[in-house]
């Protein structure tokens, strides 16, 4: 009987500490709710295409950081906290795209390629956004990119983001990102930027 519990008693014991010491939130000047962002681009005065790009870049620099120490956020708390994933900054920017009136959803792949990166990386999602009746691809992972031409090319199928599969994905990346924290700490270093650390461009 006493064996049945040391699993659980044990995975508790390693995934606790991460989150209680997961990074807090910096200072970040600028907008932390999707009102705000929406109210950045509609006063650009910019519309069509060049209103989306707007919608790109204004949440793409809201998230100076990029993590995966912050998973279990909802898209709203990762805003607030200026830090996040694919599925948490490009669901806020559905949110503004949509606040702006442009009809967007969200999609994902299981394995894409690029962000300067030779190598595949797992599970990023990213807008579909009908601009000028064309359906074109949108992502917030930096604010050089711009719609129709993203920082990356899906390897797999493209596939709508379903609630299933938002939660299935973090699951399934919680034991990498606690291996990593710990391996971290254990060896006096700070985690990959692959976990948590500034964002390019």
Same mark, same amino acid.
């Given at each position: 009987?006493?064996?049945? @519990?040391?699993? /659980?008693?044990?995975?508790?014991?390693? %995934? &606790?500490?991460? $989150?209680?010491? &997961? /990074? $807090?939130?910096?200072?970040v000047a600028g907008p932390a709710t999707v009102a705000e962002l929406i109210a950045v681009c509609r006063a650009t005065g910019s519309t069509g295409r060049a209103l989306a790009d707007a919608?790109?870049?204004?949440?793409? $620099?809201a998230y100076p950081h990029y993590s995966l120490w912050?998973?279990?956020?909802?898209?709203?708390?990762?805003?607030r906290g200026h830090r996040g994933w694919?599925?948490?900054?490009?669901?806020?920017?559905?949110? %503004? #795209?949509?606040? #702006?009136?442009?009809d967007a959803? #969200?999609?994902? =792949? =299981?394995? %894409?390629r690029g962000f300067r990166r030779p190598w595949w990386l797992a599970g990023h999602a990213w807008v579909k956004v009908v601009v000028d009746g064309h359906?074109?691809?949108?992502c917030a992972s930096t604010a050089a990119s711009r719609v129709g031409h993203p920082p990356f090319v899906?390897? +797999?199928?493209?596939?709508?983001?379903? +609630?299933? +599969?938002?939660?299935a994905t973090g699951i399934a990346l919680v034991p990498f990102v606690v291996v990593e924290v710990w391996r971290? @700490?254990?060896? *006096?270093?700070? %985690?990959?930027? @692959?976990?948590? *650390?500034p964002r390019e461009g």
């Open positions: 009987m006493r064996n049945r @519990w040391m699993i /659980p008693v044990a995975l508790t014991a390693a %995934v &606790a500490p991460v $989150r209680l010491f &997961a /990074p $807090r939130p910096e200072p919608a790109v870049q204004a949440v793409a $620099r912050h998973l279990g956020e909802s898209p709203h708390a990762s805003l694919s599925h948490q900054y490009n669901t806020v920017l559905l949110e %503004v #795209l949509q606040g #702006l009136g442009f959803r #969200l999609v994902h =792949a =299981a394995r %894409v359906e074109l691809d949108a899906a390897l +797999t199928s493209e596939l709508p983001l379903r +609630t299933v +599969t938002r939660w971290s @700490w254990l060896a *006096g270093r700070p %985690v990959a930027p @692959w976990v948590y *650390g």
